[in-house]
């Protein structure tokens, strides 16, 4: 019961009014408030997230225990102007104060990922997430904001990245390696168009230092000058884009294009080996998505590997490349020889460092395989009926771009 006593003049005299309520109902709907704001009070301690709350200018008003026993702060500290200051890396913190002088005009809610300093002086990365409370009118009241423990999130694409940069480093690497393998047959790729050049040239000067100079004859000599001196770039710049060491870059690629690149390329090593190179590409094959230079030098492993295993052998020697589109919004490529086949251990030849070869990486099939799978895809080989081996690789097709 709830008792208020008042004066109340009268003729009589000063009497005292009384009046008697009954207040239970209220008492009982006080203590389930407070009831309510001890449970809720617990939850917020409990849960895997420290919490925030501030006003409208982002003066702190509360924070959860797992916020207090991760910074070691006390609750007047955490509640202090300078908190925020105190644990915030000194990078993250000119961004979250950009952001939110940002929300203070825009109201939008802010999610970032920053680095917060623990009692033991130590950095772990959290994602912060702060959302506005508002009134009926639109005006912000409050601010309640959350941040959760990433740190492990981020290690992981650290070492994802760390091992990215390795698998480019070995696949570089592994471009250079077999460029110096082709350096004859590639000299000798470059050799003949500037021969070509220098014979077109005398034949120029030739027609224009006769007594009646051929001025047609001496053009078209000429402009057969320029193809071949177009040519030999062509294969220097090849020649280059493998060399390079630059990070993958991903656009929509001709497969078939790449084939034949890479089929120009060879053709003078195969050919001192007397291999014939035949190609069947399909006309209807969709492009894909992926790093030139990186399918490049897969084509060029499995040539290589099909010329080294084709080489020794008597018989026809020939190298087959054929692509055709997998029906399933892919393509399929593939590179066959008549060479030696597959070592026994077959089941080893993607792992690094399994190699037949004397004088072997044995990282040129894991690379590839690698490069593949990043693209997508799969890379497999099996024997082939008569003699020597194919290997395949699939790739998904780019959606919503042409052939």
Request: charged fraction near 30%; proline fraction near 4%.
């Amino acid at each position: 019961m709830e008792v208020s006593l008042s004066p109340l003049e009268t003729e009589e005299g000063v009497l005292i009014s009384g009046v008697i309520r009954d207040i239970t109902d209220r008492k009982r709907a006080e203590e389930k408030i407070r009831q309510s704001e001890a449970e809720l009070r617990q939850l917020v301690d409990v849960i895997p997230q420290q919490v925030f709350v501030f006003d409208p200018d982002w003066n702190p008003l509360f924070a959860n225990r797992r916020e207090l026993e991760y910074t070691g702060l006390t609750p007047q500290e955490a509640q202090s102007g300078d908190s925020v200051a105190r644990i915030f890396h000194p990078e993250d913190l000119k961004k979250l104060e950009a952001a939110r002088e940002r929300a203070r005009s825009d109201g939008a809610p802010i999610e970032m990922e920053v680095r917060i300093r623990g009692k033991t002086g130590g950095y772990r990365w959290f994602l912060l997430r702060d959302h506005p409370l508002r009134d009926d009118q639109g005006r912000i009241l409050r601010w309640y904001g959350t941040r959760t423990d990433i740190e492990e999130r981020k290690r992981v694409e650290q070492e994802r990245e760390r091992l990215r940069e390795l698998e480019a480093e070995l696949a570089h690497i592994n471009r250079v390696s077999m460029m110096g393998e082709l350096a004859g047959s590639l000299g000798h790729e470059i050799k003949q168009p500037i021969a070509g050049a220098v014979t077109n040239a005398s034949t120029c000067l030739r027609w224009l230092q006769r007594e009646q100079p051929d001025l047609t004859e001496a053009c078209a000599a000429a402009t057969r000058m320029v193809e071949d001196a177009l040519r030999a770039v062509d294969i220097i710049d090849r020649m280059n884009s493998l060399n390079k060491k630059a990070a993958p870059q991903r656009e929509p690629v001709n497969v078939n294009e790449v084939i034949r690149e890479i089929v120009a390329l060879l053709r003078s090593e195969a050919a001192r080996h007397s291999i014939s190179i035949r190609t069947e590409l399909g006309d209807d094959i969709p492009k894909v998505i992926g790093d030139r230079v990186q399918l490049q030098q897969v084509l060029m492993n499995l040539m290589i590997n099909g010329i080294d295993a084709t080489k020794g052998v008597d018989g026809v020697r020939e190298i087959a490349l054929a692509s055709r589109s997998s029906g399933t919004d892919g393509l399929i490529v593939s590179v066959s020889d008549t060479g030696i086949g597959l070592p026994p251990e077959v089941n080893q030849i993607f792992d690094p460092f399994f190699t037949t070869k004397a004088h072997g990486t044995g990282m040129g099939l894991a690379i590839s395989r690698s490069i593949i799978e990043s693209h997508g895809g799969r890379l497999s080989a099996g024997s082939n009926a008569g003699h020597g081996a194919t290997f395949s690789f699939t790739l998904p097709a780019a959606i919503g771009i042409p052939a």
